[in-house]
């Protein structure tokens, strides 16, 4: 199956479920067993999968908290993955100095993926999350 696009579908801060595209059609994947289809009709929120993923392998998406590192001597920094407002791509927002870098130039990834890991989500700090949408 040749896959185009993923989501990670939600009901405000509560992840349910997952959709991608597929030459095939969208097919959707909830979060547990017991999680039915029809019941992943009801998100209210999508966040788009942004092409690259943490150190431990887990899809990045908007929205997403990560620990990264611009090289191997720099400390770790905190950022959060926004879409930039004037193209259409995807970049991490530090939260310290709130400069703005984007994740792919010329489709070439800016990160490497041993330099990076999710740490929580945006909508799940109300604080930070007031600040950025």
């Known amino acids: 199956m040749n896959q185009k696009s993923k989501y990670r579908l939600r009901i405000n801060s509560t992840i349910i479920g997952y959709a991608e595209e597929l030459d ?3 097919l959707l994947k909830g979060n547990s067993v017991e999680q039915a289809w029809y019941n992943l009709k009801e998100y209210n ?5 942004v092409g690259i993923q943490d150190k431990f392998h887990r899809d990045i998406y908007e929205n997403d908290l990560v620990n990264y590192r611009l090289n191997g001597k720099s400390p770790m920094r905190k950022g959060v993955i ?3 407002q004037t193209m259409e791509s995807f970049g991490i927002l530090d939260l310290e100095s709130k400069h703005f870098t984007h994740l792919f130039i010329n489709d070439i990834c800016l990160f490497q993926s041993e ?7 945006l909508f799940n700090h109300p604080e930070l999350e007031s600040k950025f949408t």
């Open 82 to 84: 926004l879409q930039s």
């Open 24 to 26: 095939e059609g969208i």
């Open 45 to 49: 929120k999508i966040d788009r999968h």
């Open 115 to 121: 330099k990076m890991e999710i740490y929580s989500h």
